[in-house]
Each structure stands twice: as C-alpha cells, then as structure tokens.
C-alpha cells in the first residue's frame, strides 16, 4: 500500500521560504512520477510541480518557475519542495501525489491530476504580507 505523509508547511512572511518533504511508503518509489498540487481557498486544486523517476524531468507552473524547485531522493523515498521568495498568492494547502504506473513524463501527462493515483493528507502553507 502506498501513503503519502506531507510536512514542512507553516506561516511565513513574504519574501521567505519554505521546504515541503513528501516521504512516500512503496517498494519502487524510484518509478514514481512526483507531483506537488496546491488549493487556495474558493480555487480549484492546481498543478505546481513535478518531477520524473529519475529527476531528469522537472516541470513548473508558470507562477513558481524560479521560486520553486522540486527534488527527489530515491533512497530515502522522499520529495521535496523548495520555495523562495514566498508570496501572499502562494498560500494554499499542497498536496504531494504519486503516479506509480507511470505511462509518461511529458509535461502535458504529469500536470494531470488523474494521473495520479495516490494523495497526501496536505499541508497548510500560509503567506503573510
């Protein structure tokens, strides 16, 4: 069975940054595509990063791309998020997600959330002004 236990969301001032970790139980977490999705209160849920099995594909949403950097460590069955320069728009609750059967890592596959076939229970990451 696969879980997913997301942590590292908190209250931060803008401009300041936080990391989100994403350990993942499941004997071959290194064919997992990763993926991290955020919803902001009265939105819908959004695509915001993924990577590929073997981190040699890294896609962002528009929004986050040079603030966020997605990473992956295959031997501890862990993904990471690394936010910069945090803005008010950024809060919402992510959600770490995995694709275990993988089928694709082109960016127009990975940013589907249908393909993935488990969630994380979701962190709250709040941006203060």
């Given at each position: 069975q696969v ?6 969301g ?14 993942v139980s499941?004997r071959t977490?290194s064919?997992y595509?990763?993926?991290w999705?955020?919803q902001?209160?009265?939105k819908?849920r959004?695509?915001v ?16 791309k040079?603030?966020f950097?997605?990473?992956?460590d ?9 936010m910069n320069?945090?803005k ?10 995995a694709?275990v ?9 990975v940013e589907q959330?249908?393909?993935y076939?488990?969630w994380?229970?979701?962190t709250?990451?709040t941006v203060s002004?």
């Amino acid at each position: 069975q696969v879980q997913l236990v997301e942590s590292g969301g908190g209250l931060v001032q803008a401009g300041g940054s936080l990391r989100l970790s994403c350990v993942v139980s499941g004997r071959t977490f290194s064919n997992y595509i990763m993926g991290w999705f955020r919803q902001a209160p009265g939105k819908e849920r959004e695509f915001v990063a993924a990577i590929s099995w073997s981190a040699s594909s890294r896609y962002y949403t528009d929004s986050v791309k040079g603030r966020f950097f997605i990473f992956r460590d295959n031997a501890k069955n862990t993904v990471l998020l690394q936010m910069n320069s945090l803005k008010p728009e950024d809060t919402a609750v992510y959600y770490c997600a995995a694709d275990v059967g993988p089928i694709s890592s082109d960016r127009d596959y990975v940013e589907q959330q249908r393909r993935y076939d488990h969630w994380g229970q979701g962190t709250q990451v709040t941006v203060s002004s």
